[in-house]
């Protein structure tokens, strides 16, 4: 009897072997997911990736491995046959190869597949092995756990970041064990994004015996280990934690041709592996080493380090495999100080920091003295204000004095001045204070050319006087200016060159303190909202958005890049000299210009912005057409403008916009007089207080005042014009000014230029905003924007005629309209939208009203991004009233109808209300039901398992069934003997 139950007991155990489950869950994961960019990056919301990290101490084939809730149409990502991933080391699968523009990652995928697709919204990631066992897993089949997108509402940094596991001892699906990256390393130069994609930041390994193997970096490294007869410095800790290896020289700021560089040393008497090591700066931009083992006593140096190095002040950390701070060192602080150009800062005998002007790359540390006195007094002298009028002798003198000062004293005074405590601090005196925003940051250099300095400018925006006693500006380590005291009038400007501290090239944070100590305003650059400029570029404040702007205009009106190129070519044409007692104008007459060209019309005193929207009219009274090529306004400060080879027809007129001339129209009165190309005064204005919104226009001979309750005529003059031609009012309106154009006509203007257009209105003021609409007709579409935003009732369809200046804004063509004109508004016409697929879709149908559709692939807070057939467009959800983009779920088919527009290259299409989108109900159902049925489990993966435990619990009962029916016979026919 015994012998029968062990073969049943035999029985059922086979059986319950060849039952098991087809998928099930692996006990104790080799291979987990360990970090998703299931947001994209700052380049492409497509640039998706997924890290494996092999968590074991032996390699693992993933050959014919997948991951299940990856892939586009509900397609596995399979993993190619031949892959192993090596102990402690990670597999990465990304969307981009690391040559596409789109792709932020600074290494190769191990993998690289179109069909990566993660939801934004029914996130769940399976990872099984190539015999179909579950390994790991992502996720719960709702929103992610953690990471984000840099436009999410909740993201205030506004940096994209990815989604790290911290725990592989509990299921990936439960929410705890995920967290948002908070260091970024494995991206190129300049992306912001959080993350570590291909390093092992996976801390809760507890078994990693070996350091990580990595694919990324391009650290140009050299181990040297000391010849017998060299003595090594052996540093003792200071900031190290226990560890052999430790931070021991550094260059940050090296000779012209050389490079920056950090040296490690070893101080144990055993080798260490550095694979998986790296060093971070300030920002927590990571090089990694991919260098084997440092002997003993040895060095090893890292040249160019990610990031780069400020050469004011920065934050150097070592970190091992695990991501662990072994060592830091902090310069440009009041312990060390930044090393001047050239010199390095190196370990002495004690481990303490000291500058050397010996470095020494690569071998023991040599530490010379540095007398930071000899500093000090070159920059004191630099600093010694020689006026533009003392001649060479009263130079000599002044250095010569400076030189006798004692070192001691100099040194003290140096540190007062760049101190943040000391400056502008004066027991005896009280300073006013100021509220935030009254002074704004404007425009700054932080990176010049050759021979060129850093400079700060700040402007006025208060509407009231401001004095700067006391006030001084900071960089990002409270190294301070003190700005020289002056009073700004409202709108004036303020250059301080060459800042305390200097300007980091790659990033920095200025700060703009009154004589109270307290915040007027902050600028951070160097993020992904606001970029650092370029060699010889500027960040200017442009229509209160920080932009680069290829040409810097120190104390002057900043101008949009696209503003630049005409400006800069009229400047280089005309010949200015000037000297104490008058102005000279020289130029080659080769032909008699009619002396026909006079003032007609100013606005001085805007109802918007003065620096945008002033203008004066010049109205050609002749019978032939005069180029303004040579002529000359200058106005009561004698500030000028030369103009350029425009050509006004008899007639006509031609409206100046003071961002083309730079002449500002004092609200109090001013004076001005346009000269002839020989130097001939052709006409005069004077004209006393403007009230705001009035123009001062030129009628029948007489100067009048219009716009104001009372006209009232001044004592202005107007000098008459040349024998040759007569005084006539030529309206600024008029139609014999200024023919009809296309819009395609007038998009292909330069800015800058006038026109006159005719239009369909596309988007009525408020439903993007008020001070802009949107026109079209049959070849093209534009934005119209008015700054006071004083539109006529208008709706869509109506037909509107009007004439404006043509500008660009992020990249977006516009046509500007005066504050105070007017626009003739006709019937309403049919509105003609086109349809298009998103192939179709380019700049030419920017401006225009259109209708598009496709897949819903990710949403933000305001952006959602549609793909269809491989192309992708983002739909910008910015109107009034507010469209939810709560409705665009992943998947669902949209069909949509907006005003296609451009910023900075992006192709948007903005809807202007609910009525725009439409959503294909049918097909968005269907795909809610696969993803319901995938996350819940009734779809083909977990289908699978269900028949294989049903199968093992048949199996099961039929034999239980087999067993009694032969068992119990016997035990009867026992029981009954």
Do not use: C
Not at 168 to 174: H, L, P
Not at 338 to 367: C, F, L, Q
Not at 490 to 498: P, R
Not at 797 to 807: E, K, V
């Amino acid at each position: 009897m015994m012998l029968f139950n062990k073969y049943w007991l035999a029985m059922v155990m086979l059986a319950t072997a060849v039952a098991l489950p087809i998928r099930t869950m692996a006990s104790t994961p080799t291979v987990v997911i360990s970090e998703v960019a299931w947001a994209g990056s700052s380049l492409s919301s497509s640039d998706e990736w997924i890290e494996l990290t092999n968590v074991s101490s032996d390699p693992v084939d993933l050959s014919s491995w997948y991951l299940s809730g990856g892939g586009s149409g509900g397609s596995d990502l399979v993993i190619p046959e031949g892959t192993s991933v090596e102990p402690h080391s990670t597999y990465l699968i990304a969307n981009y190869a690391q040559t596409h523009e789109n792709a932020a990652l600074l290494i190769d995928p191990h993998q690289v597949t179109a069909t990566l697709s993660l939801s934004n919204e029914g996130f769940a990631l399976h990872l099984y092995n190539s015999g179909g066992t579950e390994i790991d897993s992502a996720g719960d089949g709702g929103a992610p756990f953690a990471g984000g997108s840099g436009s999410t509402a909740d993201t205030s940094d506004g940096r994209y970041r990815s989604m790290v596991r911290v725990d592989v001892s509990v299921s990936g699906s439960n929410a705890s064990v995920w967290t948002d990256a908070t260091s970024s390393a494995g991206f190129k130069d300049a992306i912001e994004d959080l993350g570590t994609p291909g390093f092992v930041d996976v801390a809760f390994i507890e078994s990693v015996e070996e350091p990580v193997e990595e694919e990324e970096g391009e650290v140009l490294a050299e181990e040297v280990t000391p010849s017998e007869d060299e003595v090594v410095t052996e540093p003792t800790e200071s900031s190290t934690s226990a560890t052999s290896v430790i931070l021991n020289e550094f260059v940050s700021d090296p000779k012209e041709d050389g490079v920056e560089w950090i040296e490690l040393f070893n101080d144990s008497d055993t080798a260490t592996s550095l694979v998986g090591w790296s060093v971070t700066d300030e920002t927590g931009k990571a090089t990694l080493i991919e260098a084997g083992d440092i002997e003993a006593g040895a060095f090893f140096v890292i040249e160019k380090p990610a990031g780069k190095l400020n050469n004011d002040g920065d934050v150097i950390s070592l970190l091992n495999p695990e991501s662990n701070v072994v060592d830091t060192v902090t310069y440009g602080s009041e312990e060390l100080s930044a090393p001047p150009k050239g010199s390095a800062a190196a370990r002495d005998d004690s481990g303490t920091w000291v500058h050397t002007t010996e470095p020494t790359s690569g071998t023991t540390n040599i530490i010379s003295d540095v007398v930071a006195a000899e500093e000090d007094v070159v920059e004191t002298v630099e600093e010694v204000i020689v006026e533009e009028d003392a001649d060479d002798e009263d130079v000599e003198e002044t250095l010569a004095d400076q030189e006798d000062e004692s070192v001691s004293e100099e040194t003290e005074t140096n540190d007062e001045q760049t101190s943040i405590e000391d400056v502008g601090e004066e027991e005896a005196q009280t300073y006013d204070s100021y509220p935030v925003g009254s002074v704004v940051i404007s425009e700054f250099v932080s990176n010049p050319l050759e021979d060129d300095v850093e400079w700060i400018e700040l402007q006025n925006v208060s509407g009231a006087v401001v004095e700067t006693h006391g006030w001084k500006i900071t960089d990002a380590t409270d190294r301070a200016t003190a700005l020289q005291e002056a009073v700004l009038l409202d709108g004036e400007s303020l250059i301080i060159t060459k800042p305390k501290g200097q300007l980091n090239n790659d990033g920095d944070t200025i700060s703009l303190f009154d004589g109270t100590s307290a915040l007027i305003d902050s600028l951070t650059y160097g993020t992904g909202e606001v970029p650092a400029p370029a060699k010889g570029e500027s960040l200017a404040l442009i229509e209160g958005v920080m932009t680069i702007s290829p040409e810097p205009t120190p104390g002057t009106y900043n101008i949009a890049p696209q503003d630049q190129e005409e400006s800069t070519e009229t400047q280089e044409e005309s010949v200015e000299e000037e000297t104490a007692e008058e102005v000279v104008v020289e130029i080659e007459e080769t032909t008699q210009v009619p002396m026909t060209l006079n003032f007609s019309k100013l606005y001085p005193n805007t109802a918007g912005s003065d620096a945008e929207e002033e203008y004066m009219v010049i109205t050609n009274t002749g019978d032939e057409p005069v180029s303004l090529s040579g002529w000359v306004i200058e106005d009561g400060s004698t500030d000028r403008y030369t103009g350029t080879d425009l050509s006004i027809e008899a007639g006509d007129s031609l409206t100046l916009m003071r961002p083309v001339t730079k002449l500002a129209l004092n609200n109090a009165g001013d004076t001005l007089q346009l000269f002839a190309p020989d130097g001939t005064l052709v006409d005069q204005v004077t004209y006393g207080q403007a009230a705001q919104g009035a123009t001062y226009n030129f009628v029948d001979g007489t100067w009048i005042w219009s716009g104001q309750k009372t006209q009232t005529q001044t004592s202005s003059t107007s000098s008459a014009p040349s024998s040759s031609s007569s005084v006539v009012h030529v309206s600024y309106t008029s139609t014999n000014a200024m023919a009809t154009m296309s819009i395609a006509e007038a998009r292909a203007l330069k800015d800058d230029q006038q026109a006159k257009i005719s239009g369909m209105v596309t988007v009525v003021p408020g439903a993007f905003a008020s001070q802009y609409i949107y026109i079209q007709d049959e070849t093209g579409g534009i934005q119209v924007y008015k700054h006071d935003g004083q539109f006529p009732e208008l709706n869509v369809g109506d037909r509107i005629s009007f004439t404006g200046t043509l500008s660009t804004s992020y990249g977006e063509r516009r046509i500007k309209i005066a504050s105070g004109s007017e626009l003739d508004v006709a019937q309403a016409v049919a509105t003609f939208i086109p349809e298009l697929s998103l192939a179709e879709i380019n700049e030419s149908f920017v401006g225009q009203l259109v209708s598009t559709e496709g897949i819903v692939q990710s949403r933000a807070s305001n952006k959602v991004i549609l793909e269809d057939d491989g192309k992708e467009l983002v739909i910008y959800l910015n109107t009034s009233p507010a469209v939810s983009s709560e409705q665009f779920t992943y998947g669902s088919h949209v069909t949509i109808t907006g005003i296609l527009t451009s910023s900075n290259g992006e192709l948007r299409i903005r809807p202007r209300s609910q009525d725009d989108i439409t959503m294909n109900v049918e097909e968005e159902t269907e795909e809610i039901v696969t993803s319901a049925a995938y996350i819940s489990g009734s779809g083909d993966t977990d289908s699978q398992s269900q028949m294989g435990y049903l199968l093992l619990l048949t199996t099961m009962a039929a034999l239980g069934l087999l067993a009694l029916r032969h068992y119990y016979p016997q035990r009867k026919r026992q029981i009954a003997a």
